[in-house]
């Protein structure tokens, strides 16, 4: 599989390039991967730091980065070229690809299809990040009857998403929650990712690193 990235290889910042609306772009903020990555996909799924992962909705990085902070190997890509990761659309054909996990924010219109394709490519499993309104439906009724989740992770606390952009202090109404499998595992009780994540991963350089740069002031403006 191509595209892996060490840590810290990509600048996401980089060759932005604004996404059509119907992409449902709503960056993931750093501090709710790491706090999957510590509480979920550790000691619960039993990932392991050296296995392959694929983020396969990776916008601007805003989910690779934290995950290549603990895995080793961290492939990412997108349908839309943010400048970030391979551009590649993950419910189209694709090549062997076959890493160890799948674990990603998926646009919500396509999100069951997402959840059938990670489910099929992954190794050992996958987790989707969604919010808990996309836990119903018939659809989704039909996707846990054939492949029933081994785990449903809720944040305690919310976890703020906005179109086009991470808001390093926004808020939020919307709940969610990771939905995992994990193939050969027996289903377990759902579990809550304890409140105080949010201030205690949020980094001092995650604003540079994965927000929105300041606008450059006009030649000839100011004193």
């Given amino acids: 599989m191509t595209g892996f990235l060490p840590f810290g290889a990509r600048a996401i910042m980089a060759s932005r390039q604004e996404p059509p609306d119907s992409l449902n772009f709503f960056p993931t903020p750093p501090w709710a991967t790491r706090a999957f990555v510590e509480h979920v996909a550790l000691p619960v799924l039993g990932v392991r730091r050296h296995e392959t992962v694929w983020e396969p909705a990776c916008g601007e990085g805003h989910m ?117 499998w994990v193939h050969g595992a027996e289903p377990r009780p759902p579990m809550w990712i304890p409140p105080g994540q949010r201030q205690r991963l949020t980094r001092p350089d995650d604003a540079r690193r994965f927000g929105r740069p300041a606008p450059a002031p006009l030649f000839g403006e100011g004193g």
């Fill in 64 to 180: 690779a980065e934290p995950l290549a902070e603990t895995f080793r190997f961290v492939a990412a890509s997108d349908i839309h070229p943010y400048g970030y990761g391979k551009v590649a659309d993950f419910l189209g054909p694709t090549d062997d690809v076959w890493p160890h996990w799948v674990f990603t924010n998926p646009p919500f219109p396509t999100g069951v299809d997402f959840a059938r394709r990670a489910i099929l490519v992954a190794e050992r499993g996958a987790a989707l990040l969604v919010r808990t309104q996309w836990l119903h439906t018939d659809e989704r009724y039909e996707l846990f009857t054939e492949h029933p989740p081994f785990l449903i992770a809720y944040y305690t606390e919310r976890v703020p998403m906005h179109r086009g952009r991470w808001e390093p202090e926004g808020s939020t109404a919307t709940d969610y929650c990771w939905v995992c």
